[in-house]
């Protein structure tokens, strides 16, 4: 609270009331004059001995007038009193929340940029490995899914202009997901990507010894998958975008300077596996599982804003609200953007 400010307060009501305190005044001006005009001016009454002393006639009319206006002044007392006290417990309210705000966006900004280190610290550790970078699992990615994508449209005949028809490239890309981050090992001899698979029509045991054999002959790609470097990684980055996008103490903007902090942080490559990670079952979490928009985190945040594509996959036929860099806002995101928490 600054100084003085509750003392302008009381002074700026006491300004609201000037006529009751012209009123008050007049009533003391009265209090001198009354007696003076009653026992003077003969015209108004007639005073001799029958009437009492003067002291008398200017107590009695005097004495009932101060009095009343000795109760209309401590009554008008105590009011100021209690108006300046309430003023007063409004300032020290008003001060206490703004103390206990200032001490949880502190803490709130301690415990983000704590996350913030962590994310570093796991980003390092996979560069830190031996042939090991997102540039690599990019390439380790595109492998896979080139494969696929060829061999099913292949097998089934397809259109070559498979990559229009987002049901079918997204199914595409969320089984060149699962087998790049869980291993050829771990899925070449079950039937969870069979299911994977029936649901492109496909349903031939050939098929599968074919892509696992073709498979083999990609000596960049880790067959036990890359669980061990990014299940952590996505998991940690999930949990510090969720923490800010929960306090609720923070409004949108402020929610979104601190999420645009851990996205600087995000080289291309790790916006480009984020957005195969988010559009796979395993990160579904992240916006197309959500029917909320204020909860669809992608786009909210603008997590991958730096890439409308890659290769022939095109960003903006999963995400058309995400306010890619050199692109205007769609008209829907100025309209999310009023509407966010």
Known sequence: MKEG????????????RKFSILILLLFVFLVFFIPLILTKLDWFLDYNQETGWIGDTIGGIGGVIVGIIGVILTFFAFYMQYQANKIQIENFK????????????????????????????????????????????I???????????????????????????????????NIAYLIFFFGENNYSENNFLQEEFIELNIKSSHFYETFFNKMKGYKRVD?????KYLGMYFRHLYQTVTYIDEVKILSYKEKYHY???????????????????SISELGSVWELD???????????????KHQPSHGIIHFINYYPDVHYEGAKKTENRIKLELEYT
């Not at 400010?5 to 609201?16: R, V």
């Not at 959500?290 to 991958?304: G, S, V």
């Open 139 to 173: 390439e380790q990615f595109d492998l896979i899914y080139s494969l696929l994508r060829e061999e099913i449209l292949e097998f089934t005949k397809k259109d070559k202009k498979i990559e229009q028809k987002k049901e079918i490239e997204q199914k595409i890309i």
């Open 5 to 16: 400010k509750w003392f302008d307060e009381f002074c700026l009501k006491f300004e609201k």
């Open 259 to 277: 999420v645009k902090t851990l996205r600087a942080q995000l080289s291309n490559e790790e916006e480009i596996i984020l957005f195969f990670n």
């Open 94 to 137: 008003e001060q206490m929340e703004k103390q206990l705000e200032e001490k949880q966006e502190k803490e709130i900004e301690g415990r983000f940029f704590e996350l913030l280190k962590i994310h570093r610290e796991n980003r390092k550790e996979i560069n830190d490995q031996v042939n090991l970078s997102f540039t690599i699992f």
């Open 290 to 304: 959500q029917t909320d928009d204020n909860k669809k985190l992608i786009t909210k945040y603008n997590l991958i």
């Open 223 to 227: 067959r036990n998958g890359n669980l």
